[in-house]
């Protein structure tokens, strides 16, 4: 078995964006860029996996599977597509939780457009490491792989996991991909999502504001589908990606409005006051260059 690096970076939108993730083999000798950049990250944590596996999930596009992106999710799920080889994930990252809290964990595996469907693969019966990953490997000393997890991470918190591996099984197995099964597979992922940040942070919302949240979450997805029948197809991602990031925005105001700071920290991780972008324009606009490291914002 080799090892899984998660590394991450802040994309050029800096303080306003969340950070770009992908992941790295213990060597450094091979990475997936995500939908994004392969180099120049901070080490976020490593776990021991197959790479042979990681490289199959990850496909050659490195995608693994995101089919479309901000449709079917952005590098955060397409990271922890790759690292279900290592039974990890990019949690910590900024802006992660609210990226799951929009894509789900995994993504989205069904959209209203036929072209940006996303299949789940696990590829479990993948063993091995790829020989750029077999050898000496680099030590950080950043991170010890040995060191256990103070706080419970949404991959070490195995009543959550299970969920969602739970609610992404059945999805794969329905056939039916109508508004109606679409909508209510996001909501139960996001109230999973709830109750894992409940069992993290210990701030456990009464039952009212619970019910605001969720009705918050419902309406952007309601919206979010209409925006997808609004458009052709992923050319005209610019489009849809304006109408995302108003959307996104508006459901960060409506949780606001719910959520007293301390509530909304630990439901999202950010503070209550900022607003966060989860579209990396670079990619949006295809001028995204995969072998590209860090970008911070022009003086």
Known sequence: MGTLIVKHYPTILALKAADHTYIECGTGAKG????????????????????????????PNEKAGVSCYLFNGVCHQASNRILQAAGLSVDGVRGYTFSVAAFGHYGRQKTML????????????????????????LHDSRIDSKRRERVLYDYLDTTYMSAVNSIYRRDSANED????VLFHLQIELFMALLQHRARRTRVVLDRLKEQRVIRARAKFENE?????????????????????????????????????????????GLSRDERIVLADPDILDDRYEPSSGPRRPTP
Do not use: P
Request: proline share 0%.
């Open 32 to 59: 997936w860029g995500c939908w994004g950049g392969k180099a120049g990250g901070a080490t976020l944590r490593q776990g021991t996996g197959s790479t042979e596996r990681a490289d199959a999930i990850a496909e």
């Open 114 to 137: 036929s072209c940006c469907q996303s299949a789940l693969l696990g590829h479990e019966h993948v063993r091995g490491d790829l020989l750029a990953c077999s050898g000496t490997e």
């Open 177 to 180: 991909s109508s508004r109606q």
């Open 224 to 268: 979010r589908l209409s925006a997808e029948l609004e458009i052709s197809g992923f050319d005209q991602r610019l489009e849809f990606a304006s109408m995302f990031n108003s959307l996104t925005n508006q459901l960060q105001e409506d949780l606001a409005e719910v959520l007293d700071n301390r509530e909304y920290a630990a439901l999202l």
